[in-house]
């Protein structure tokens, strides 16, 4: 398989740290204009295996052309809304980790009616929650109510609306500043709805999902928790991450959701 990769971040080399035993013949990486050098650079250190079988390419005309058979991207919100109905017009799946874009109900329609079009799929992956198999499975019965509750220290509040009314520095309690619907979670903390985002989509949708934001002091990590009440199930679902020994802001189980994505792709089984 040859696989594209848009972003070479956090979640992007974490992956690539991951794919040295997976068949994959070539790989290509999309990155910002200028960051080739030092992206070559960085996955040398990080794997010479999977450095020998990749290109790195800083324009995404470079990157159709290399017709990757298979893409995941990992940059972020801009990077969908820019490439991402270009990759799904031209045939070629595409797995969204910056699930959160897909809130932008415009966004996406396009890239639905995109990938309708290059009979392709856009493929979200679970990312930092879990669970969106029974969620998915159970929505076409109707009648879902889930309330999630996303859990993070004060300081991953910092730069959020949240910081302009609270001194996440002194919070010395647990703070629960945001309730309201997945659709005006991610309008209000974009940079944190992917989980919410997620929940929504393979579930009731954005505005049946009811978001608790929270800061609470004692979280060494982000956690996640939701409840589900449909007519066929209810469903608990509690979510501690472990967060990437190079960086506390990625959950490693985000990174494995986008490695199952491939391994599914390549493998006799998918799961
Ligand atoms: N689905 C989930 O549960 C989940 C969990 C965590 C993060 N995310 C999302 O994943 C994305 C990546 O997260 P991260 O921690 O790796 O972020 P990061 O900032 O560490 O890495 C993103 C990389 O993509 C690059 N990039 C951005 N726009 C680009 C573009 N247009 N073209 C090429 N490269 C571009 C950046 O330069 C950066 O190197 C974010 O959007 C984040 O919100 C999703």
């Known amino acids: 398989m040859h696989l594209g990769v848009i972003g070479f971040g956090n979640i992007g080399q974490e992956l690539f740290m991951l794919l040295s035993d997976l068949e994959l013949v070539r790989l290509t ?3 910002r204009p200028g960051r080739i050098e030092t992206a070559v650079e960085k996955l040398e250190s990080l794997s010479q295996t999977v450095a020998a079988r990749t290109t790195f390419v800083d324009d995404i005309g470079a990157f159709l052309a290399a017709q990757p058979s298979f893409v995941v991207e990992t940059a972020g919100h801009d990077a969908v809304l820019n490439y991402g109905a270009d990759i799904l017009k031209s045939g070629t799946d595409l797995v969204v980790v910056s699930i959160g874009a897909l809130a932008d109900a415009a966004l996406h329609d396009t890239l639905v009616a995109a990938a309708r079009k290059g009979k392709a799929r856009m493929i979200l ?14 929505a076409p019965a109707g009648d879902m109510q889930l309330r999630y509750f996303g ?13 302009q009314n609270v001194d996440l520095d002194t919070l010395d309690h647990v703070l629960e500043f945001f309730h309201g619907t997945a659709r005006e979670a991610a309008s209000a903390y974009p940079k944190n709805a992917n989980v919410a985002a997620a929940l929504a989509l393979a579930g009731g949708g954005f505005d049946a999902t009811q978001v608790t934001l929270i800061a609470d002091p004692a979280a060494t990590g982000n956690s996640h928790r939701y409840e589900l009440i449909s007519p066929l199930a209810t469903v608990s679902v509690d979510i501690a991450n472990k967060a990437s020994g190079g960086n506390v802001k990625t959950s490693l189980a985000t990174v494995y959701s986008v490695l199952r994505e491939i391994r599914n792709r390549l493998g006799p089984i998918a799961i």
């Open 29 to 31: 990486v999309l990155v």
């Open 151 to 163: 859990t993070k220290p004060p300081k991953a509040w910092v730069g959020t609306p949240v910081a």
């Open 125 to 138: 992956p679970s990312g930092a929650v879990g669970g969106l198999d029974i969620l998915a499975g159970l």
